[in-house]
């Protein structure tokens, strides 16, 4: 067991070391908020508030299950930040996503469309998609693939579309296989192929893509889930 990770439980119930052990991690955490905001950050800004309380919700709320603190940590505070200049943003919600970027009605190029994409939020780099993207592609790593893996794991054809969306559906309105996925970080095919009598193949070939969509659709992710329109019917039937 780390060092590290004993004196994050140890701090959890002695309030003297735990002022001690934030303090060590200010360095760790300024270099964390500049590398999130991509910019200068001082203690006198509020994303120093923001990260340093989070930094003090993840001692606070980890455990040796959760893995090495630091990683988790940073998650933490990462999550905390994106929602913080989520909630700031002046910025339009004008759509800056092609509507088929997830749903794709066409035989259009898909990488042209993962290329427009990236193009569009590098030009706005605090506006509320890239936020959110950024805030998915992490949550994503956990499970072994990227953002840009969608591009190839998108249905094409109208029956599969509606098939990953029963998959997506299912899993969203049950908390227990929603849990059961974060935590394992294992997509319960046979649980859904039997109750929705599904082919397994598309499941299986489409896995990164239902993960993603219950990722979406079970989080707070207000603009990537306009584009799962298939998933929105789903969920209101």
């Excluded at 990770?5 to 200010?26: H, M, P, R, V, W």
């Excluded at 760790?28 to 340093?52: A, C, E, N, P």
């Excluded at 339009?92 to 088929?100: G, Q, R, T």
């Excluded at 794709?104 to 993962?114: F, G, L, P, R, V």
Aim: aromatic share 10%; with cysteine; net charge neutral.
């Amino acid at each position: 067991m780390r060092k590290t990770d004993l004196n994050a439980i140890k701090a959890q119930n002695d309030k003297a070391f735990l002022e001690e052990f934030i303090s060590g991690y200010e360095p760790f955490i300024m270099h964390l908020t500049h590398k999130i905001t991509g910019r200068y950050i001082s203690k006198s800004d509020d994303q120093w508030s923001v990260s340093l309380s989070a930094f003090n919700e993840a001692i606070m709320s980890y455990s040796f299950e959760k893995g090495s603190f630091i990683p988790f940590a940073e998650k933490v505070v990462r999550r905390r930040l994106y929602d913080y200049m989520r909630k700031q943003s002046n910025l339009s919600l004008e759509v800056l996503i092609n509507p088929h970027a997830f749903e794709n009605d066409s035989d259009e190029d898909q990488t042209a469309i993962t290329h427009e994409i990236m193009e569009k939020i590098a030009v706005a780099p605090n506006n509320d998609a890239k936020l959110e993207i950024d805030e998915l592609a992490d949550i994503l790593a956990d499970y072994g693939f990227s953002f840009s893996d969608l591009v190839s794991v998108s249905p094409k054809a109208l029956k599969t579309r509606k098939a990953c969306a029963k998959a997506i559906a299912h899993v969203v309105q049950s908390p227990v296989l929603v849990s059961e996925l974060r935590n394992k970080k294992y997509l319960p095919i046979k649980v859904i192929t039997d109750n929705l009598h599904l082919p397994r193949k598309i499941i299986e070939r489409h896995r990164k893509y239902i993960i993603a969509g219950i990722e979406i659709m079970s989080g707070n992710y207000p603009i990537l889930s306009e584009y799962l329109k298939f998933v929105r019917e789903e969920l209101e039937r």
